[in-house]
């Protein structure tokens, strides 16, 4: 009979998000509870533990450290192995050990906890009112990194000395401090500025106290944050806004807004228990919430729309400054549109100085720049619009073991992806690829992941079109690196992404509804139906071609587009002076555009569901012109819900077999246009055309079902973060037997191409 009391060593091993959560201090308490004599050690692989001593209380210890963990760990693999006790005398936190090659993941920032905003609001605390209050709970994470392991001499606090305060909360196992990287107080650690616009400091006794004065003036004030800089004013002043707006080249897309905390986003919004738990929650997304109509805050934040993006203070200096405003705050990201959040004080000044009245600086360098993350809740579950602050670079679980491969991403809504082994690195979202202010933060932040994830691509994966500029910059670096490429079509990576996102390798009838990608035939697609897994994909249906005339003035004019398909499908008979539209036309430019048609000048052909989305609404009287992506499609996806009763639809004709269907328009075309010359409101226009864009797809999914015997519905593409769309897609295809594959950690949009791009170069042959 065994041994009972027999002394045992237990050696383990921990891999996942185990550093900087406060690990190394939950198992120093979990050996003293169980008596255990040993060591826990970091590593750039893992978290090492060593203990001994009774195999009934090793045994606890260890199911304990899968169940009790830190709130903030992910454990992704627990191994274990037995062995002969080798005298241990006590349980010690050994320093941390850098292992050559290997790496370990890296905790996003987290918003504040509730123990450290009790310390930053209780009086008499050391730390009340200090903006850098954090534990290994909370706070900075990646932003600060520079390599792995986690250390403080590898972080942008290493040039802060701690106090012997702070020092003995580092050095003391059971402190929720213990070695928590960024801890600091008042007396060693970072430090507020506050400046005019050309970086002149404001006199001032408090910064918090001043900074809430300008915004209550109706001042825009620039705030360093977590990962960069926000720009900040008061939500309910029409003037501040407008603003705003006008300087940072926004005339009319959504900002975001922070609010104090739940109870004051319900004043606003219609808040569900699943909204309220994700706004809360150590990530702090920014989430599109439905808004009051009793809302004090002023639609100029988000012209037309029914939704607002929402999030909750997720850093001490944001909880001081709405605490001390009182006010609801836009809270939009430190850049001119379309280029790369500012993240240092002197950028910020350069870059910012004629947007910002006053910026709030601080010390504590930021190391990698990202923007809020963006989420919607849509049947009870959140799903990522945006990708970013307190989600990156947490990867992405892969089914299957992947080689080191990068992928390179979209030309809109950017981000890329590494892989290794079993993980995907996504990045956090760098934006679209217009200048080359965005050109060098993806560059410098590819090279980060490289480094702290120790990959070396053996493998490149870009976007087919010739024009991408990360595409470009892939063929540059496989060249240079001689590295194998892998082109991959725009769409096929869509649904290579819901796979993945889903844990699922196909084949599947994938749906993919976008605005634009680079078709393998070179016409322009983005109303596609395809047979595809990660090994390849069939054209199983589509949109028919039609013509975009001026090529990319017909995406920011969809008056263009509307124009274009009603000559193409219907003729000139069919432009009745009466069409509302039509009268905002110069006729200079409606002549350029029927001469364009007919000779086929400068119009590519498109299979665009996001362009039919803009032609409908241009042709409604919704929206003619944009000043950002989307917005005709989101302009009509907001006026259809004031018809939600209309059960209404157009017809529309399919042609071709079970192998490969067209979705013919002419039908639809000329039933809109009916509808509004008989004086039919923009609303009922738009649920009609919903109802039909759902119709059709389960129509033609239907089909492909017919001919392939496939029973499972991959959902992608920027069109799918339409949530009236979506949910009537999915509740089709429900109905009709279909299992529906959504996208939830990744977004639906080019925000998710480089997950599939790795997928797909992972299984290329």
Same mark, same amino acid.
């Given at each position: 009979?065994?041994?009972?009391n027999?002394?045992?060593?237990?050696?383990i091993s921990a891999k996942g998000v185990?550093?900087?959560?406060g690990?190394?201090?939950f198992?120093?308490g979990?050996?003293k509870?169980?008596?255990?004599?040993?060591?826990v050690?970091?590593?750039?692989?893992?978290?090492?533990?060593?203990?001994?001593g009774e195999r009934e209380?090793l045994?606890?210890f260890?199911?304990?450290?899968k169940?009790?963990?830190p709130?903030?760990a992910?454990i992704e693999?627990?191994?274990?192995?037995?062995?002969?006790?080798?005298?241990?005398?006590n349980?010690?936190?050994?320093?941390?050990?850098a292992l050559?090659?290997?790496y370990?993941?890296?905790?996003?920032?987290?918003?504040?906890c509730?123990? %450290?905003l009790?310390?930053?609001?209780?009086?008499?605390? +050391? $730390?009340? =009112?200090?903006?850098?209050t954090? @534990?290994?709970? /909370? !706070?900075?994470?990646?932003t600060?990194?520079?390599?792995i392991?986690?250390?403080?001499p590898?972080t942008?606090?290493?040039?802060?000395k701690?106090?012997?305060? %702070?020092q003995?909360?580092?050095?003391d196992p059971?402190? +929720? $401090?213990f =070695?928590a990287?960024p801890?600091? @107080?008042?007396v /060693? !650690?970072p430090?507020?500025?506050l400046?005019?616009k050309?970086?002149?400091?404001?006199?001032c006794?408090d910064v918090i106290?001043?900074?809430?004065?300008?915004?209550?003036?109706?001042?825009?004030v620039?705030i360093?944050?977590l990962?960069?800089?926000?720009l900040?004013?008061n939500?309910?002043?029409?003037e501040?806004v407008?603003?705003?707006?006008?300087?940072?080249?926004?005339p009319s897309?959504p900002f975001?807004?922070?609010l104090r905390?739940?109870e004051?986003?319900?004043?606003?919004?219609?808040?569900s228990?699943?909204?309220e738990?994700l706004?809360?929650?150590?990530?702090?997304?920014?989430v599109?919430?439905?808004w009051?109509?009793?809302?004090s805050i002023?639609?100029?934040?988000?012209p037309?729309?029914?939704?607002l993006?929402?999030m909750?203070?997720?850093t001490?200096?944001?909880?001081?400054?709405?605490?001390?405003?009182?006010l609801p705050?836009?809270?939009?990201s430190?850049?001119?549109?379309?280029e790369?959040?500012?993240?240092?004080?002197?950028e910020?000044?350069r870059?910012?100085?004629?947007?910002?009245?006053?910026?709030?600086?601080h010390?504590r360098d930021i190391?990698s720049?990202?923007?809020?993350s963006?989420?919607i809740?849509f049947?009870?579950e959140?799903r990522l619009?945006?990708?970013?602050?307190?989600?990156?670079?947490f990867?992405?679980?892969?089914?299957?073991?992947?080689p080191q491969?990068?992928a390179?991403?979209?030309?809109?809504?950017?981000n890329?992806?590494?892989?290794?082994?079993?993980?995907?690195?996504v990045?956090?979202?760098?934006?679209?690829?217009?200048?080359i202010?965005?050109?060098?933060h993806?560059?410098r932040?590819?090279?980060?992941?490289?480094?702290?994830?120790?990959i070396r691509?053996?493998?490149i994966?870009?976007?087919?079109?010739?024009?991408?500029l990360?595409?470009?910059y892939a063929?540059e670096q496989?060249e240079?690196?001689?590295l194998?490429?892998?082109?991959v079509?725009?769409?096929h990576?869509h649904?290579?992404?819901?796979l993945a996102?889903?844990?699922k390798?196909?084949p599947v009838?994938?749906v993919?509804?976008?605005?634009t990608?680079?078709?393998?035939?070179?016409?322009?697609?983005?109303?596609?139906?395809?047979?595809?897994?990660?090994?390849?994909?069939?054209?199983a249906?589509?949109l028919?071609?039609?013509?975009?005339?001026?090529g990319s003035?017909?995406?920011t004019?969809?008056?263009?587009?509307?124009?274009g398909?009603?000559?193409?499908l219907?003729?000139e008979r069919?432009?009745?002076?009466?069409?509302?539209?039509?009268?905002k036309?110069?006729?200079?430019?409606?002549?350029?555009v029927l001469r364009?048609?007919?000779?086929?000048?400068n119009s590519?052909l498109?299979?665009s569901?996001?362009r039919?989305?803009d032609?409908?609404?241009?042709m409604a009287?919704?929206r003619?012109?944009?000043d950002?992506?989307?917005?005709?499609a989101?302009e009509?996806?907001?006026?259809?819900y004031?018809a939600?009763g209309?059960?209404?639809s157009y017809?529309f004709s399919?042609t071709?077999?079970?192998s490969?269907t067209?979705?013919l328009?002419?039908?639809l075309?000329a039933a809109v246009?009916?509808?509004?010359?008989?004086?039919?409101h923009?609303s009922?226009?738009?649920?009609?055309f919903?109802?039909?864009?759902?119709?059709m797809?389960?129509?033609?999914c239907?089909?492909?079902?017919?001919?392939?015997?496939?029973?499972?519905?991959?959902?992608?593409?920027?069109?799918?973060?339409?949530?009236l769309?979506?949910?009537?897609?999915?509740?089709?295809?429900?109905?009709?037997g279909?299992?529906?594959l959504n996208h939830k950690n990744?977004p639906?949009?080019?925000?998710?191409?480089s997950?599939?791009?790795?997928v797909i170069?992972?299984n290329a042959?």
């Open positions: 009979m065994a041994d009972s027999k002394i045992e060593l237990a050696r185990v550093q900087g959560v690990f190394r201090p198992i120093y979990l050996a509870k169980y008596r255990l004599n040993g060591w050690c970091n590593t750039s692989e893992d978290v090492k533990i060593e203990v001994e209380s045994d606890s260890i199911s304990a450290i169940s009790e963990a709130p903030l992910r693999n627990l191994t274990v192995s037995f062995g002969s006790s080798v005298g241990h005398g349980f010690e936190i050994r320093e941390s050990e050559p090659g290997k370990q993941l890296v905790s996003p920032d987290i918003a504040t509730n123990l %450290c009790n310390d930053v609001f209780t009086a008499g605390n +050391r $730390r009340r =009112h200090y903006p850098f954090n @534990c290994t709970n /909370c !706070g900075p994470r990646f600060i990194i520079k390599d392991p986690y250390d403080r590898l942008t606090m290493s040039s802060f701690m106090c012997p305060d %702070c003995r909360e580092y050095d059971l402190d +929720r $401090r =070695h990287q801890n600091a @107080c008042p /060693c !650690g430090q507020l500025e400046t005019d050309m970086g002149k400091p404001v006199d006794r106290n001043k900074t809430a004065e300008f915004l209550r003036e109706g001042r825009i620039a360093k944050g990962g960069g800089f926000l900040a004013c939500a309910e002043n029409v501040a407008t603003l705003l707006r006008r300087p940072k080249r926004r897309k975001a807004v922070m905390d739940i004051e986003a319900r004043k606003h919004c219609v808040v228990y699943t909204e738990s706004l809360a929650s150590p990530q702090a997304p920014i599109l919430l439905e009051n109509s009793s809302s002023c639609r100029e934040t988000g037309g729309l029914k939704y993006g929402v909750l203070p997720y001490p200096l944001h909880h001081l400054i709405l605490q001390k405003t009182n705050l836009v809270m939009t430190g850049n001119i549109s379309e790369p959040i500012a993240g240092q004080n002197g910020a000044l870059r910012l100085g004629d947007i910002a009245d006053y910026f709030v600086l010390d190391h720049t990202y923007d809020d963006v989420a809740v049947d009870g959140p619009i945006r990708r970013s602050r307190g989600y990156a670079p990867p992405i679980h892969l089914a299957f073991t992947a491969i990068l390179c991403g979209a030309e809109e809504k950017n890329f992806c590494l892989t290794r082994d079993n993980h995907a690195f990045s956090q979202h760098i934006g679209d690829m217009e200048n202010e965005t050109m060098d993806y560059e932040t590819v090279e980060l992941y490289k480094k702290l994830f120790r691509p053996e493998i994966a870009y976007d087919m079109h010739p024009e991408y990360p595409s470009k063929l496989a240079k690196l001689a194998k490429s892998v082109a079509q725009h769409h990576a649904i290579a992404s819901c996102d889903n844990c390798e196909g009838i994938g993919a509804f976008d605005g990608g680079y078709g393998n035939d070179g016409h322009i697609w983005g109303g596609e139906f395809l047979v595809a897994d990660y090994k390849g994909f069939r054209r249906g589509q028919e071609y039609l013509p975009l005339p001026g003035l017909a995406i004019k969809p008056y263009r587009t509307a124009l398909y009603i000559l193409a219907l003729g069919a432009l009745d002076s009466r069409l509302g539209f039509l009268g036309i110069d006729s200079v430019e409606r002549a350029l364009q048609v007919e000779l086929n000048l590519p498109t299979s569901m996001g039919l989305f032609a409908v609404s241009a009287g919704v003619s012109a944009i950002y992506e989307a917005q005709a989101i009509m996806e907001m006026i259809a004031d939600a209309e059960a209404g017809p399919l071709g077999d079970n490969y067209i979705v328009l002419h039908e075309v246009l009916d509808d509004l010359l008989k004086g039919c923009a009922t226009v738009g649920m009609r919903h109802n039909t864009a759902a119709a797809t389960r129509d033609v239907v089909k492909i079902r017919e001919g392939s015997g496939l029973n499972s519905v991959a959902l992608s593409g920027g069109c799918f973060q339409n949530r769309l979506l949910t009537k897609v999915t509740g089709l295809l429900s109905q009709s279909f299992d529906v990744v639906s949009n080019d925000g998710g191409i997950l599939g791009q790795a170069a992972a042959a």
